[in-house]
């Protein structure tokens, strides 16, 4: 007999043991089981249950007239662009389609460092997010209240006047909700970008909201006389403030409609290796045209080009095909402008997956030198698929600081490094170009693949906004069914609200979001300065949250019992005059 430390039951070792009895039964019945002898085993087997967790980092902002004679804001803040000559260099906030403020694109740094509130993860307490790619989200990230509290020992969110409460003493006696401001008045506006990370299991998520109170809080003397003043219990400041939210792809606080405009070339870099062979080539090739498409139908000046790498046959260079649209060289190679989508696809289909070695160096250096005959003005962005570390040819790393250089043939403005199978992100930061969370993907599915290569897209050609709309308006949304349903690839054909209503979470086009990637919705919220002494000691506060459920045995549709907002809470604001 087996001892149980030598054979531990589980119910397919049972399975197992049942037939191997009947066999020795029978093997005795023939009077031969002296001669025959076996044992089967099946050790340690192990049943653990599925998991998803969602964590969550942000960094906030808000502007108000102090804002502006801080130093180096002084002469960069214009509340109007009549009579100025390069009025196209500006940048409108919050909002571009209705402005309060533009700033200068060379001073937009300074705006947001000027106007940065807090964020999570600080650990220096300058109130700028820190790098996202020094933490392990799943690990680090906030997903109770107690994250909110900024005074322990391991904390991570900024400590400072806009989320301590100081009582008599000059220790803390508390902490704020996210969003805590007071004596808001008209021309000022903020702005939160929530980043949401799904750990162990895709799913779908939806972001939710309630709001908690609007109150009048009394009636000054000057409000009393205002004729917006509508004399109820009900103040009028949700009904006041404008508000949007959008998919902050990048996560830089700043709504961006692609390139601000400009037309942009696409290089995509492909690995032709051999070890992307199978499943990994054929993923590559969807994510890529998938790609492509969004950014030739986004603008007709946009223009794309294909690079495949390796390192045969070409002296450890890289391995070239069709560079399609870059180019107005009709005695080479290539297909001229304007482009038809399906000669870009038809060229990404061609992705051989043969090649022995990963000279991704070698690509880039070749891709950029696509890049010269381009017209002018156009941005040069660079995106390298690889499912390994570079083991031919030139250092990646060298090579991507070559072409991003000032030199006048380095054409490459950007470059987005995305990996997958072998490759790693500390090999991808290697070439990324700025190394941030937006310019560095790793996708551990085909799912994830696209979605990374969607956020990308999205960055390119405009970031897509879902909700315009008064404060109130916000929540009368939020509190619908499960909240608004968020759509895990962008790329895709997907209406979150249709005429006021959240749209069915089933409907074709929304897709689940993948775990391990990073997944950014912007919200901002502006005081109009037409509105005045109707909102004077007016409040609001309400509560903002995602929810999420897995994809697996699950539709979009929401779980039949109503779930909670997650509980982050905020309030926001309480205008004095």
């Given at each position: 007999?087996?001892?149980?430390n030598?054979?531990?039951?589980?119910?397919?070792?049972v399975?197992?043991?049942?037939?191997?009895?009947?066999?020795a039964s029978?093997g005795?019945?023939l009077?031969?089981s002296?001669?025959?002898s076996?044992?089967?085993?099946?050790e340690?087997?192990?049943l653990t249950?599925g998991?998803?967790d969602l964590?969550?980092d942000w960094?906030?902002?808000y502007?108000h007239?102090?804002a502006?004679?801080?130093?180096?804001?002084?002469?960069?803040i214009?509340?109007?662009?009549?009579?100025?000559a390069n009025a196209?260099?500006?940048?409108?906030?919050?909002?571009?389609?209705?402005?309060l403020?533009?700033?200068?694109?060379?001073?937009?740094?300074?705006?947001?460092?000027?106007?940065?509130?807090?964020s999570?993860?600080?650990?220096?307490?300058?109130?700028?997010?820190?790098?996202?790619?020094?933490?392990?989200?799943?690990v680090?990230f906030a997903?109770?209240?107690?994250?909110?509290?900024?005074?322990g020992?391991?904390a991570?969110?900024t400590?400072?006047?806009?989320t301590?409460?100081f009582?008599?003493?000059?220790?803390?006696?508390?902490?704020?909700?996210?969003v805590?401001?007071?004596?808001?008045?008209?021309?000022?506006?903020?702005?939160?970008?929530l980043?949401f990370?799904?750990c162990?299991?895709?799913?779908?998520?939806?972001?939710?909201?309630?709001?908690?109170?609007?109150?009048?809080?009394?009636?000054?003397?000057?409000?009393?006389?205002?004729?917006?003043?509508?004399?109820t219990?009900?103040?009028?400041?949700?009904?006041?403030?404008?508000?949007?939210?959008?998919?902050?792809?990048n996560g830089?606080?700043i709504?961006?409609?692609?390139?601000?405009?400009?037309?942009?070339?696409?290089?995509?870099v492909?690995?032709?290796?051999?070890?992307m062979?199978?499943?990994?080539?054929?993923?590559?090739?969807?994510?890529?045209?998938t790609l492509?498409?969004?950014?030739?139908?986004?603008?007709?000046?946009?223009?794309v080009?294909?690079?495949?790498f390796s390192?045969?046959?070409?002296?450890?260079?890289?391995?070239?095909?069709?560079?399609v649209?870059?180019?107005?060289?009709t005695?080479?190679?290539?297909?001229d402008?304007p482009?038809d989508?399906?000669?870009?696809?038809g060229?990404?289909?061609?992705?051989?997956?043969?090649?022995?070695d990963t000279a991704i160096?070698?690509?880039?250096?070749?891709?950029?030198?696509?890049?010269?005959?381009?017209?002018d003005?156009?941005q040069?962005?660079?995106i390298v698929?690889?499912?390994?570390?570079?083991?031919?040819g030139?250092?990646?790393?060298?090579?991507a600081d070559?072409?991003?250089?000032?030199?006048?043939?380095?054409y490459?403005?950007?470059i987005?490094?995305?990996?997958?199978?072998?490759?790693t992100e500390?090999?991808?930061e290697t070439?990324?170009?700025?190394?941030d969370?937006?310019?560095?993907g790793?996708?551990?599915?085909?799912?994830?693949?696209?979605?990374?290569l969607?956020?990308?897209?999205?960055i390119?050609?405009?970031?897509?906004v879902f909700f315009r709309?008064?404060?109130q308006?916000?929540?009368?949304?939020?509190e619908?069914?499960?909240?608004i349903?968020?759509?895990?690839?962008?790329?895709?054909?997907y209406d979150?609200?249709?005429?006021?209503?959240?749209?069915?979470?089933?409907?074709?086009?929304?897709?689940c979001?993948?775990?391990?990637?990073?997944?950014?919705?912007?919200?901002?919220w502006?005081?109009?300065?037409?509105?005045?002494?109707e909102?004077?000691?007016?409040?609001?506060?309400?509560n903002?949250?995602?929810?999420?459920?897995?994809c697996?045995?699950n539709d979009?549709?929401?779980?039949?019992?109503e779930?909670s907002?997650t509980?982050?809470?905020t309030?926001?604001p309480t205008?004095?005059?």
């Amino acid at each position: 007999m087996t001892s149980d430390n030598q054979f531990r039951i589980s119910r397919r070792k049972v399975l197992a043991g049942l037939g191997t009895i009947g066999i020795a039964s029978a093997g005795a019945g023939l009077g031969t089981s002296a001669y025959f002898s076996d044992v089967e085993t099946y050790e340690d087997n192990v049943l653990t249950a599925g998991s998803l967790d969602l964590k969550v980092d942000w960094e906030e902002h808000y502007f108000h007239d102090a804002a502006s004679e801080k130093e180096g804001l002084q002469n960069a803040i214009r509340r109007s662009l009549d009579g100025v000559a390069n009025a196209d260099q500006y940048v409108g906030f919050p909002d571009p389609e209705s402005p309060l403020v533009y700033i200068h694109a060379d001073d937009v740094p300074v705006f947001m460092d000027n106007t940065t509130l807090e964020s999570y993860p600080d650990e220096n307490n300058d109130r700028v997010q820190d790098d996202l790619l020094e933490y392990d989200a799943c690990v680090d990230f906030a997903d109770t209240p107690a994250d909110l509290d900024p005074r322990g020992d391991d904390a991570l969110r900024t400590a400072n006047e806009d989320t301590l409460i100081f009582g008599d003493g000059e220790m803390p006696t508390g902490y704020k909700p996210l969003v805590s401001l007071d004596d808001v008045k008209p021309g000022d506006f903020g702005e939160l970008t929530l980043s949401f990370h799904l750990c162990d299991n895709p799913g779908y998520v939806w972001m939710q909201g309630e709001l908690l109170a609007n109150a009048e809080n009394g009636l000054t003397e000057p409000e009393s006389k205002d004729p917006q003043e509508d004399g109820t219990s009900m103040g009028e400041l949700a009904g006041s403030i404008q508000t949007m939210l959008w998919y902050d792809e990048n996560g830089d606080n700043i709504y961006q409609s692609g390139n601000e405009g400009e037309p942009v070339a696409v290089q995509i870099v492909l690995d032709a290796s051999g070890s992307m062979e199978g499943s990994r080539n054929t993923e590559a090739k969807t994510a890529a045209k998938t790609l492509a498409q969004d950014v030739l139908t986004a603008n007709p000046d946009n223009r794309v080009g294909v690079t495949f790498f390796s390192g045969d046959g070409y002296d450890e260079s890289a391995q070239v095909q069709l560079s399609v649209g870059s180019t107005d060289d009709t005695d080479s190679d290539t297909v001229d402008a304007p482009k038809d989508v399906s000669e870009v696809h038809g060229v990404i289909d061609t992705l051989p997956a043969n090649g022995s070695d990963t000279a991704i160096g070698e690509g880039i250096l070749t891709a950029d030198e696509d890049f010269q005959n381009d017209p002018d003005g156009l941005q040069h962005v660079m995106i390298v698929i690889t499912d390994g570390e570079n083991n031919a040819g030139q250092n990646p790393g060298i090579a991507a600081d070559d072409v991003t250089g000032t030199d006048a043939d380095d054409y490459t403005d950007e470059i987005f490094a995305v990996g997958t199978g072998g490759a790693t992100e500390t090999s991808l930061e290697t070439f990324a170009h700025p190394v941030d969370d937006a310019h560095v993907g790793f996708a551990a599915s085909p799912a994830e693949l696209n979605q990374i290569l969607g956020q990308i897209a999205q960055i390119l050609v405009g970031e897509q906004v879902f909700f315009r709309g008064t404060l109130q308006e916000m929540f009368d949304v939020l509190e619908q069914n499960h909240g608004i349903p968020l759509d895990g690839n962008r790329a895709t054909a997907y209406d979150e609200i249709v005429n006021g209503e959240v749209n069915d979470g089933t409907m074709e086009g929304r897709d689940c979001f993948v775990d391990s990637t990073t997944n950014m919705v912007g919200f901002a919220w502006w005081l109009p300065v037409d509105h005045a002494n109707e909102i004077q000691s007016d409040s609001v506060e309400f509560n903002l949250g995602f929810y999420t459920e897995q994809c697996r045995h699950n539709d979009g549709s929401g779980q039949a019992a109503e779930p909670s907002p997650t509980p982050t809470q905020t309030s926001t604001p309480t205008p004095q005059q």
